[in-house]
């Protein structure tokens, strides 16, 4: 589903004007800090909570047709960094020496433009406030983790209604009545008239 589709996003809806491209930047381990779902698994397996929050991330960017870029802080981890594709969501980890936030800050300069607006996910104060400089809006952690909730519940809600649904998506169903005639004629063995 795509905005357009009336779906509500309510951080999105501010400000942003009709063809604008949005983008959110999340700061991975700042949002696996502050959900409290992900908090308890990061004490289990990190890996894990990164997994999660990738998954749930990649379907919310499915949900709301926004592109999002999730940046995981490789500060401490030599020779680790790059661009990876993981559940059609774009994940860069830092290079050896680089913290998130200088990496979020680079790309919220690299990426905006009159006609694109940048979304920083942290609950980072100090990030927030620097980026907001630079042009992008902030979206603390608890307002994102309320719009994954919400998105969830919307497509929850949508597969249930096309569930129960009497009409069914067939191929009958798009054919005219001569076309299911004929077809029928064909399954019988009476072959074309």
């Known amino acids: 589903m795509r905005s357009s ?12 004007y009709e ?22 698994l990061k004490d ?7 997994d999660k929050l990738i998954d749930l991330l990649a379907n919310y960017q499915s949900f709301s047709g926004r592109r999002i870029i999730v940046v995981f802080d490789a500060y401490q981890v030599p020779g680790v960094g790059g661009k990876y594709w993981q559940s059609a969501l774009e994940v860069q980890y830092t290079k050896e020496k680089e913290t998130a936030d200088s990496m979020i800050e680079r790309l919220v300069t690299e990426l905006s433009t009159r006609r694109t607006q940048v979304y920083v996910a942290t609950s980072d104060f100090i990030e927030q406030s620097v980026t907001f400089g ?15 909730r919400q998105s969830n519940k919307e497509m929850q809600n949508r597969m249930e209604e096309q569930a129960s649904s009497k009409i069914r998506n067939t ?15 064909w399954r019988r063995g009476d072959g074309p008239r």
């Open 134 to 148: 630079q042009g992008a809006l902030r979206l603390p952690a608890r307002e994102l983790l309320h719009s994954v």
């Open 19 to 40: 063809g604008m491209k949005q983008i959110l930047i999340v700061d991975g381990y700042n949002i696996i800090g502050a959900w409290p779902e992900l908090s308890k």
């Open 5 to 16: 589709d009336n779906v509500r996003v309510p951080f999105l809806e501010a400000g942003v």
């Open 171 to 185: 191929f009958d169903s798009k054919l005219s009545r001569d076309q299911r005639n004929l077809f029928e004629r």
């Open 44 to 50: 289990i397996s990190l890996e894990d909570a990164r």
